[in-house]
């Protein structure tokens, strides 16, 4: 049974993660700006530098996310020019992403971000390494629970 203590606000390492999470996208803010992403679009765009011509259902798999929930930033990429929108010739419902010429150089201006992240954090690359490896450790672990 949980004490009062346990139940505090500051004890809570759902909030922890939550609140880390709001300012680590208030620091991408700006540097996303730049680039005319918000930050879901990055992280779609981050996938797609990595594996250009992926599905929907990819990238969707990638993020963690439902396909469904992908369609209107992939709508908005697409209309950025960022990205084509192609259904498959062996199976309609299966649409597939390609990266335009304007995609693929957005990478070259995002190549500075990580720099920017790091320095933000006043943190060193490997504790940064051991905090994403508990993360996805944890991640991974609740992903089962569900």
């Excluded at 203590?5 to 880390?20: H, P």
């Excluded at 201006?109 to 060193?124: N, R, T, V, Y």
């Amino acid at each position: 049974m949980a004490t009062p203590e346990q139940l505090k606000l500051e004890n809570q390492l759902c909030f922890a993660l939550y609140s880390t999470s709001l300012m680590m996208t208030k620091v991408y803010k700006p540097l996303l700006q730049a680039l005319n992403l918000t930050y879901p679009q990055y992280l779609a765009m981050l996938v797609l530098w990595e594996g250009d011509g992926i599905t929907v259902g990819e990238l969707s798999q990638h993020l963690l996310t439902d396909p469904g929930s992908v369609t209107p930033l992939l709508k908005r990429l697409e209309a950025e020019g960022l990205l084509t929108r192609t259904r498959s010739s062996q199976d309609e419902r299966v649409v597939q992403l390609h990266l335009t010429d304007k995609g693929r150089a957005l990478q070259e201006q995002a190549l500075s971000i990580p720099a920017c992240i790091l320095k933000a954090s006043q943190q060193q690359p490997a504790q940064l390494l051991g905090l994403k490896s508990d993360l996805v450790t944890l991640r991974d672990a609740l992903h089962k629970a569900v």
